[in-house]
Structure formats: structure tokens, C-alpha cells
């Protein structure tokens, strides 16, 4: 019953590095997306995917890119991390109407 | 303007204690209401949703919706120091979209 499941859970980049955040879900929902989260900003869209096949830009999708790889997993990728970037990436699947199943996030350090 | 206002807080309160936390929207088409609550360093659960007006009640939970004030207000009963957490209300089905609009967050403490 593992829900989603994100990994890493912590990662420390120095600026310029590349990473891929991880997001997979065992619910056979349709829609995935991901988020970041600051303190005072709260939850902001960075990108989604409605089914598996598609991808659209959110709030914030300056600096990242995304893949739906199949109906399971959703991958974020810094092609070049900036200290800008630090925060909390959440990713969250969703069968509809916006009821959210959230991972437990990957706190992100860029130096 | 936000679309969705929610007070940050920190509201600290008893146990025991009976707890209001409200957002306010600007979006008149929103048509699902969401409260979502987020313990500390863990992703948000969707904890209680009601669809268009009314009240909803769950244990010591309950959601309201006030469509013809654009507020909504989840109440806790008998508040325990487990309950303290971050609420974040959420909205929907505005202009077709279900993608939801998400207010900041309030932050609940609950001291025994």
C-alpha cells in the first residue's frame, strides 16, 4: 500500500550539477504532478501530466524538465541547479476533481 | 489579489480547545473545497472535501462552505496536541479545471 513513492529523500547539489527526482504511484491514477514548496510561498505547480503520453507547464517551470514515463512514474530533472532551487519537491497523483495523494517529498540543497 | 487567502498563523491553542481555520477565494466558479493537513517534514494528506455549499462532518472535523461569502472553515472539536499540524485549504472545478488553487497554509499548535 505504498501509495507515492518519491526518492531521493535529500539531496545536496553544488550549482551547475544535474539530477533527476524520482515519483511513482501504484494507484492506476491518470494525472501526476509536481510541486514545490517555501516557506511564506506555499505550494506551487512546477509541471503535470493529465495521462500518461502528456506533459504541461505549470506556475514555476522555468529551470526543470519532466517525463512521463508510463501510467506510474513522473520524473522531474534539473538540467542545471541554481541555489534558487532549493526547497521541498513534492509529487502527487490524482484521480480527479484535485484530490491530491502526495509523496513524502525530497528536500533539495543547491550550494 | 490571491486567488485563495488563508491567515499563516501560527495559532496556538489548549487541548481541548475548539479550532477555526478559514481561507477566503476569489474564484466564484470553485465547486470541490479541500483541506489538506501536512505534519511536519511530510507531503500533504487530503484530510476532509466537501462539493459545492454545506457542511460536512468526519469525528471531530467538520468542512463548511459559504459560497455566497467565498469562505470556507473547517472546525475542530475537542482539539489534541496530534492535531497539530499545518492546514492548507484547496479549491477546484473553477473554469473547468481541477487542478487545485492551494491557500499558504495555517499553522496549528496544540499545546497540553
Known amino acids: 500500500n505504498a501509495g507515492v513513492t518519491q526518492t531521493p529523500k535529500f539531496q545536496v547539489l553544488k550549482t551547475g550539477q544535474s539530477m533527476t527526482l524520482q515519483c511513482a504511484q501504484d494507484m492506476n491514477h491518470n494525472s501526476m504532478y509536481w510541486y514545490r514548496q517555501d516557506p511564506g510561498m506555499g505550494l506551487r505547480l512546477i509541471y503535470y501530466?493529465?495521462?500518461?503520453?502528456?506533459?504541461d507547464k505549470g506556475e514555476v517551470p522555468n529551470g526543470y524538465n519532466v517525463s512521463r514515463l508510463n501510467k506510474r512514474e513522473f520524473s522531474l530533472r534539473l538540467e542545471s541547479a541554481a541555489p534558487s532551487q532549493t526547497s521541498v519537491y513534492f509529487c502527487?497523483?490524482?484521480?480527479?476533481?484535485?484530490?491530491?495523494?502526495f509523496g513524502s517529498g525530497t528536500r533539495l540543497t543547491v550550494v | 489579489q490571491k486567488e485563495v487567502e488563508q491567515d499563516p498563523g501560527p495559532l496556538s491553542v489548549p487541548e481541548g480547545a475548539i479550532v477555526s481555520l478559514n481561507c477566503t477565494y476569489s474564484?466564484?466558479?470553485?465547486?470541490?473545497f479541500m483541506w489538506y493537513r501536512q505534519y511536519s517534514r511530510k507531503g500533504p494528506e487530503l484530510l476532509m472535501y466537501?462539493?459545492?455549499?454545506g457542511n460536512k462532518e468526519d469525528g471531530r472535523f467538520t468542512a463548511q462552505v459559504d459560497k455566497s461569502s467565498k469562505y470556507i472553515s473547517l472546525f475542530i472539536r475537542d482539539s489534541q496536541p496530534s492535531d497539530s499540524a499545518t492546514y492548507l485549504c484547496a479549491m477546484s472545478g473553477g473554469g473547468g479545471s481541477y487542478i487545485p488553487t492551494f491557500g499558504r497554509g495555517t499553522s496549528l499548535i496544540v499545546h497540553p
Open positions: 502527487a497523483s490524482s484521480a480527479g476533481q484535485g484530490f491530491y495523494t
Open positions: 501530466s493529465a495521462s500518461e503520453g502528456t506533459t
Open positions: 466537501t462539493y459545492s455549499s
Open positions: 474564484n466564484s466558479a470553485f465547486q470541490y
